[in-house]
């Protein structure tokens, strides 16, 4: 149950951490915005390479950090992913076409059905489409 907790007062300090990127996205307060992202991906213990290149498998059991709770935690990294294409557009369909396909990966093995989800994987094939 401890554990349990923990799972969630990190998930949700991080998802802090992605609505002030957001947040400042929308404001066009971008200067705040790469040192967030780095938080997150800092709390997680990842970056984008490795976000962009290792398997989805992989990532999750990298994230598990022994309490199980890799799933929401890759969920946060993707959608920091998704902030962050919008610092690199040369980068940026990349960037949504990797956090689309972990976020179908997430939809398939989380236990969950999430509606934020279905709408995120909306929005990303809008903004691929265009």
Do not use: C, W
Not at 31 to 48: A, F, G, N
Not at 75 to 80: G, M, P, Q, Y
């Amino acid at each position: 149950m401890l554990k349990r907790d923990f799972i969630m007062v990190q998930i949700e300090e991080l998802a802090k951490v992605v609505l002030q990127i957001i947040t400042n996205r929308n404001t066009n307060a971008a200067r705040r915005i790469p040192e967030l992202i780095q938080t997150v991906y800092t709390s997680l213990k990842l970056d984008r390479l490795t976000l962009m290149t290792v398997p989805p498998e992989e990532l999750i059991r990298r994230l598990n950090s022994d309490d199980g709770g890799g799933i929401p935690r890759l969920e946060i990294a993707v959608k920091t992913l998704i902030e962050e294409s919008y610092l690199h557009p040369g980068e940026e369909q990349d960037m949504l076409q990797r956090a689309k396909l972990l976020l179908e990966y997430i939809q398939t093995h989380d236990n969950t059905f999430s509606l934020e989800r279905v709408s995120l994987l909306d929005e990303l094939e809008q903004r691929l489409s265009k």
